[in-house]
Nanobody
Framework: QAQVAESGGGLVQTGGSLRLSCAAS????????MGWYRQAPGKERELVAD???????YYAASVKGRFSISRDNAKNTIYLQMNSLKPEDTAVYYC????????????WGQGTQVTVSS
């Protein structure tokens, strides 16, 4: 069963750091891109960062310079290093994998809570 699973969320003070991990199952093939989304209460889910199979990265303007996405292809795993965290980063963070031609197939993790206290 193809799936992704996140870990690494938690409670951190303003200015602190967290690293999120997301592992895709071994049965997941032809990954087009993987990325991180987040959703705060009352807000739409938004793309935070992603990385394509070719290594191209994207960051939302709100996190650029503070967050960094990386991958370990041998483990089918991506990471999100979050530094200089702010209360506005508080959200449920979701891992996403897109597979198939053009990334037509979506897989979502269960989400991991990140709370930044002020």
């Amino acid at each position: 069963q193809a799936q992704v699973a996140e870990s690494g969320g938690g409670l951190v003070q303003t200015g602190g750091s967290l690293r999120l991990s997301c592992a895709a199952s071994g049965s997941m093939f032809n990954i087009y891109a993987m990325g991180w989304y987040r959703q705060a209460p009352g807000k739409e889910r938004e793309l935070v960062a992603d990385i394509t199979s070719g290594g191209s990265t994207y960051y939302a303007a709100s996190v650029k310079g503070r967050f960094s996405i990386s991958r370990d292809n041998a483990k089918n795993t991506i990471y999100l290093q979050m530094n200089s965290l702010k209360p506005e980063d508080t959200a449920v963070y979701y891992c996403n994998a897109k597979t198939g031609s053009g990334g037509k197939n979506d897989y979502w993790g269960q989400g991991t809570q990140v709370t930044v206290s002020s």
